[in-house]
């Protein structure tokens, strides 16, 4: 079966794009799918345990949110906004920089908080390699001197509260330019009901890149290359997840994020380490899963390799109906908004 990109398109009005968190976060709206029967169930994210049964596994991606984006000015006066993505050293970075035509290699560029940065290198769509100069550590710097970086969609300054709300409450790892906001109804409450429930939590990383907002520009789908994305899982991980299985309990994937990384390592050879390495793995239907029997994730952009995802494992006909429900009673769509729970 191949997918063509044209398939993923829908209409959103854009009041539902959701530019602010809901408080609590297990407040918001859950569109709950049944794939076996079709049933589409419209709920709240707090009643998510009356879905997972004793002996079930939570899979969560605990990567956290750096303060990547930083604001400059060029010698000309020109601002400068530069995305970090990954350090090549200590105080050297790959960064996606915007307006980046104009930045050559030598120049230098004045960053808040009385930094600098010089362009050593230039890459494909944006991208340069920056080496700073700062007043603090780096990474201290970043925490006193970056933003948030808030998808582009949101299309409002990020504030003090973004750093606590669009970071999940168990991330622990930095390296992420994106939330995995799948993770972000999660409250501290709720995840200890569902462990005296009896649902079992078990951890991975998978630092989120850019890449994850990059429309489909292919005819098809299959014809997508997704960015890579650095992940890790470890051995307890690994046998928890193994454990589930044979224990006919159920997978539960908490965002796209970690169905890449378990649909990635199910189809590497078995060994009883940890595994880590870079995911570029594009899900699309027909995907045949063979980690993950359920997903809780957002609503996602048309034409774009996350609902594709989604439709791998709802089907294309029942993921456009439910997206046509949602849009219908008003959910509110993307990185702040509502989640749909796929059985």
Known sequence: MTLRSDQLDYDLPPELIAKEPVTPRDQCRLLV?????????????????????????????????????????RRTGGRVEALLLRPSSANTWEALCRP????????????????????????????????????????????CYGHVPLPPYINRPDRPDDAETYQTVYANTPGAVAAPTAGLHFTEALLEKLKSNGVNRAELILHVGPGTFRPLLTETVQEHKLDPEWFQVSAETRQQIEGTRSGNGRVIAVGTTSVRVLETIAAQEASE???????????????????????????????????????????LELTLE??????????????????????
Not at 47 to 69: H, I, S
Not at 298 to 304: A, E, G, I
């Open 33 to 73: 799918v049944h794939t076996d029967t079709g049933q589409i169930e419209h709920r709240h994210f707090f009643e998510v345990p009356e879905y997972l049964q004793r002996g079930d596994c939570l899979v969560v991606n605990t990567t956290k949110v750096r303060k990547a984006r930083l604001l400059g000015q």
């Open 100 to 143: 980046a035509a104009k930045l050559k290699p030598g120049e230098v560029i004045k960053f808040d908080g009385k930094a600098t940065g010089e362009i050593v290198d230039t890459g494909d769509e944006g991208r340069r390699t920056i080496r700073f100069d700062t007043p603090l550590p780096f990474d201290e710097y970043l925490e």
């Open 273 to 315: 380490g940890g595994l880590e390495g870079w995911a570029d793995l594009l899900i699309a239907p027909p995907h045949e899963f063979r980690l993950v029997d359920a997903i809780i994730t957002n609503f996602h952009l048309p034409r774009t390799s996350l609902l594709a995802l989604v439709a791998a494992r709802a089907g």
């Open 322 to 343: 439910a997206y046509r429900q949602a849009i219908e009673k008003r959910y509110r769509f993307y990185s702040y908004g509502d989640a749909m729970l796929i059985l």
